[in-house]
Structures are given as structure tokens and as C-alpha cells.
């Protein structure tokens, strides 16, 4: 009975070890660049077309071309509007995590608070938050916080419900383990509930994300907030109204181009905390 | 059966001179949904031995190692550390090791990160930690793969590292719960090899739950038969093996007696349980 090497004597038998994923093959990681951005392209000429053949007057459908225009000549007045909506959206966000993420480790703990709590969060859920956006306003001491608010409460659901569910979903026999060895139930969260929670985490993290921007463009068109520190929405209605079309798009493009940027962000937060070890972030391989 | 050196041991007739390390008495358990899972289980438990808790499905040999673990009291009766430090739950502080039938890792921790918890949770850090958790997955033979996480090993490899963490502590005693029963033969007769050596150089003592006649009657010092409805011990038999069991051993006449009277003793468990109202 000699020292086990486990690679020579397990080898044939269940040395499945170390299969990890192979690199993407450089030609389909090309096509998964080249044919996206093609689409993409045929699509903006396609539009270019429409309009100049067809002669649409801008007011009805600019093109591509007076867009792009736009982007140059109204950046002045768009671009402050798009901080002042990124910075609603990620406040909100931050808010929302902080505040979700407790919430559901104190849910967690308390089958009583736990119990006492959800009624107000299916309501806060449930009540389309258009609908609670003119009492806001009425309470909150000036605009913007009222659309922070707004904003919080439609991203601080997805991040509660999938927290508070990640940290009951833990493997019972790993609970098993840590009581076995005396974990206290600070260490039993620290160092196994929130860990095992992360998968569900970071799916709440993503539908926040793209929700707390939804949400703050929403309660910017129910604020209407005019003049000073106006964000994103109001610019679009406002160009509406004047039958600025092209600025329209281009603040349309702005938002669009945000959203993208989140789903990004969040997508690859993700994918750091989990890449290494959860099933979701692994290429299969068979 | 005249050179197998089985002997019926009957529990607290002959004086053992090696000290007690845990003592059932008496222990009952009851669900609440009203099975009765474990009747009047004593068990004294000497330093040293490796005892196979051996039945069928259903005879409360793991709901008995789990109440010894301190995982679920008991019903009644009552679990005895002689010779332990007792700490506030009624456990033995830092005395036991539990292997689970899945090897229960953290998937999100590595191969280093699961063996280190066990001292971990005591405070100990990582890096203090270090020499012990390599030499424990040395032991195990998985010294390469501490930086690997458990989706990346195989079935027998991650259930070396489970073994490793529950050896880690250095526990006396090690409680295992059918924990090859999910794997193919060749990888479970080399992790009983494993087990085996573990018990003869640490002097860990192994209390080890399976239904394979084959598995306890390889490992064990001491067999104890159970049959089902209720749970119980039916016989309780020592076993004299020879020290160095390997390969040849696995096709001895002395293995295949042994074999045959603990299949005989599995047996009348259960027909006595077939038979029971």
C-alpha cells in the first residue's frame, strides 16, 4: 500500500477530469461577428433606401444619413439628457441591490418578517408603477426623486425574488455539512448561502438592469418634467411634439444604445462570478 | 467456518480493553410522519474499529449514523461520547468527519477551498491551513488538482475530496454514509483500498453504512447487521482480517468465507423483516 497517484491509476476508468472548454473554432468565431454586423448593414441600407426612393419627408421618417446629422448637431442638448437618465437608472439600480439583496437575506432569516413583508412586495410588484408615478410626484420632494423612486421599485422586485430564492434553493446536505461542523449562521450565509445564491442573483441582476432603464424612461413620460435636468424621455416627446424626427431617433438610438450597454455589463458580471463553476456559464461539450 | 475467525460479539459481555469512543443506548427514532425508523439501536463503538452498519433499504442504518453525527436527535435513548470534549449542541468539538453518499463539495470552491472549510468555519485561514489541506489531498492522492474546481473531476475523484475534508480536522471518528454506492466497481474498489489505508495510518476510527455484502465484508473489523421495520441491529459480528488486504485478498477462500457468512447473517435480516407483522 503505497501513495495513490491518481492520474496513472484512475486513468481508463473515470478520468473525465480537466475536460474544460475547447477554444471556439476561429472560422465560427468570425461568422458570429461578420454575420450580425452584415444584417445589420443590409438592414440601415434597406432604410437608406426606403426613404430616398420613396422621397419621405424627414418630419415623417428621416434616414439613416439625417440621423446621423442629428447625432452631431443636437449632442448639446442629448447628451446631458442621457446622463441625467443613466443617472437615474443606475442609482435605482445600486438602490435596488443593496436594498433587495438585504431584504431577502433578512426574509431569509425570519419566516415572521418574512411572512409580514410579502404582501407589500407582491403589491409593490404587481401595481403597474405608471400607475403610482402622479402620487409620487405629489409626495416626493422634487422630480428626480420621484422617478428614482419609480425606477427602484420596478428593479427592486426581480433582485428580492430571485435573491431570496437563491438562498433557500442550498443543497441540503452541504446545510448537513456546516452544521455538522458548527458553522455559526453568519458563517452558514457568508460562506455557503449567498455563494449558492449567486446564480439566482445574477439572473435578478439582469432583469433589474434592463428594468430600472425601462423604468426611468416610463417615469420620465409620466413626470413630463420640463427645462433644467430633463432626461432622455422627455427630449424624445419633446422632439415629438416639434415633429423633430431625426432627433427622435437619435435619442431613441441613445436609449437603445444604454440598454445594450447594461444587458452587456450585467451579462458579463455574470459571467465573472460564475464562469468558472456554474453549469449556465460552461460551453457543453459532447 | 472453523479458520475465518468470525466470533457472534455479543456487545458488553467481553471487556474490551480499548477505550469507548461513542455509546448508543438504547436510541429509538420516530418521523413525524410515524415510521419508526430505528428501535432500541445500542451500539458501543472502541477505538480503532472499522464497523459496517450493513442492510437493506429502509433499516435505519444511515438515520443511525446521522443521529450519532448530531444531525437529528433521537427519538429516545441516548448518544455517549465517553471520551470527548462536548461542546454546547452535545457533540464531540471537532471529532467527527461525515462523508455523505454525494460527495457535497461547493461547487463554486475549489478542490483547496472545499477540503480547507472544515477549519475554515474554526477560524483557521488559508493560509495557516495550507500544509494541512495539502497533505490531506496528498493522501488522497489529489495534490495536482487543488486549484481544479469540482465540475472538472471525475465522480471518484471529487469523492476523495470529500474523504479529504472530512480527515482534514483529523477527526477520531469517521461516520460514512454509503458513500461509494453511486460508483462503478473499479473506482469503488480502489476508494476502499483508499479508506482502508486512511483507517490503518491515521488509527481513525469508521463507522461505514452500505448494503454491500462484498464492500463491508473487505473493510470491516466489526459488521453490524440490521434489518428493516422497524429498524434494528440484528447480529453483530467481528471479523479478524488480515492487515495487508489487497487484490489477492479480493479472491481468497478466507474473503469468499467471509463473504458467505455475512450474505447468510444479511439474509435471515431480511426474512426476519419479511416475516414481522
Redesign the interface.
Known amino acids: ?1 503505497t ?5 496513472d ?2 486513468a481508463g ?8 472548454l475547447a477554444r471556439t473554432p476561429n472560422r465560427e468565431k468570425i461568422l458570429q461577428v461578420v454575420i450580425p454586423v452584415l444584417a445589420l448593414v443590409i438592414g440601415i441600407l434597406g432604410w437608406h433606401l426606403a426613404v430616398t426612393v420613396n422621397q419621405v419627408p424627414r418630419y415623417i421618417l428621416p434616414g439613416p444619413l439625417d440621423v446621423w446629422d442629428a447625432l452631431w448637431n443636437d449632442s448639446a442638448t442629448l447628451w446631458p439628457a442621457l446622463l441625467v437618465t443613466l443617472r437615474i437608472t443606475f442609482l435605482a439600480l445600486v438602490i435596488a441591490l443593496v436594498g433587495g439583496v438585504g431584504l431577502a437575506i433578512l426574509l431569509v432569516q425570519s419566516r415572521i418578517l418574512e411572512l409580514a413583508l410579502f404582501p407589500y412586495a407582491v403589491i409593490l410588484q404587481v401595481t403597474p408603477m405608471i400607475a403610482i408615478a402622479p402620487l409620487l410626484l405629489i409626495y416626493a420632494p422634487d422630480t428626480q426623486t420621484a422617478l428614482l423612486i419609480c425606477a427602484f421599485i420596478v428593479a427592486f422586485f426581480p433582485i428580492l425574488s430571485n435573491m431570496a430564492q437563491g438562498l433557500k434553493s442550498v ?1 441540503h ?2 446545510l ?8 455559526s449562521s453568519w ?1 452558514t450565509l457568508v ?2 448561502k449567498i ?2 445564491a ?1 446564480p439566482y442573483f445574477m439572473a435578478g441582476l439582469r432583469i433589474a438592469g434592463g428594468l430600472s432603464l425601462i423604468a426611468a424612461v416610463v417615469a420620465e413620460f409620466a413626470a413630463g418634467s420640463a427645462g433644467q435636468g430633463s432626461g432622455l424621455a422627455f427630449r424624445l416627446l419633446e422632439s415629438q411634439y416639434r415633429l423633430n424626427l431625426p432627433r427622435l431617433f437619435v435619442a431613441l438610438l441613445m436609449l437603445c444604445g444604454t440598454g445594450i450597454a447594461i444587458f452587456g455589463l450585467t451579462s458579463f458580471i455574470s459571467w465573472l462570478a460564475l464562469h ?4 449556465s456559464a ?1 460551453r457543453r461539450e459532447n | 467456518m472453523t479458520d475465518t475467525a468470525l466470533s457472534p460479539a455479543e456487545a458488553g459481555q467481553t471487556p474490551d480493553p480499548r477505550r469507548l469512543v461513542v455509546a448508543m443506548r438504547d436510541v429509538s427514532k420516530l418521523f413525524s410522519n410515524g415510521t419508526l425508523a430505528l428501535k432500541g439501536m445500542s451500539l458501543d463503538v472502541r477505538a480503532g474499529e472499522f464497523i459496517s452498519l450493513l442492510g437493506p433499504s429502509g433499516c435505519g442504518k444511515s438515520t443511525a449514523l446521522r443521529i450519532v ?3 437529528g436527535a433521537p427519538s429516545s435513548g441516548s448518544i455517549d461520547w465517553p471520551s470527548s470534549r462536548i ?1 454546547s ?1 452535545g ?1 464531540p468539538e471537532g471529532d ?1 468527519g ?1 462523508v ?1 453518499q ?1 460527495p ?1 463539495l ?4 475549489t478542490v483547496f477551498d472545499n477540503v480547507h ?2 477549519l ?3 477560524g483557521v485561514s488559508r493560509a495557516a491551513a495550507r500544509d494541512t489541506v495539502m497533505a490531506g489531498l ?5 495534490a ?2 487543488a486549484g ?10 471529487r469523492m ?1 475530496v470529500s474523504i479529504a475534508r472530512a480527515m482534514v ?1 483529523r477527526p477520531k471518528l469517521l461516520l460514512m454514509d454509503e458513500p461509494f454506492a453511486a ?2 466497481e ?2 469503488r474498489q ?1 476508494l476502499n ?2 479508506v ?2 486512511l483507517w ?1 495510518e491515521h488509527g481513525v476510527t469508521v463507522i461505514f453504512v452500505t448494503h454491500s455484502v462484498y464492500e463491508s465484508a473487505y473493510l470491516s473489523s466489526r459488521i453490524v447487521v440490521m434489518r428493516a421495520r422497524p429498524g434494528q441491529v440484528h447480529a453483530d459480528m467481528r471479523i479478524d482480517q488480515p492487515a ?1 488486504r ?1 487484490q489477492a485478498y479480493r479472491t481468497s477462500e478466507t474473503y469468499r468465507q467471509t463473504c458467505q457468512v455475512v450474505s447468510d447473517a444479511l439474509q435471515k435480516a431480511i426474512h426476519a423483516a419479511e416475516a414481522a407483522p
Do not use: C
Open positions: 500500500m501513495d495513490i497517484a491518481p492520474t491509476r484512475e476508468t473515470d478520468s473525465a477530469a480537466g475536460v474544460l443543497d446536505n452541504l448537513n455539512l456546516f452544521e455538522l461542523y458548527g458553522a458563517q460562506f455557503l455563494p449558492s449567486m468558472r463553476w456554474h453549469e460552461i | 453525527a448530531g444531525l461542546n449542541r457533540l467527527v461525515f455523505f454525494d457535497t461547493m461547487p463554486w470552491a472549510l472544515p475554515k468555519l474554526r496528498a493522501s488522497v492522492g489529489l495536482d488538482f481544479s474546481f469540482p465540475r472538472e473531476l471525475s465522480g471518484g475523484m476523495r480536522t460508483l462503478d473499479i473506482t480502489k483500498d483508499d482502508l489505508r490503518q495487508g489487497d
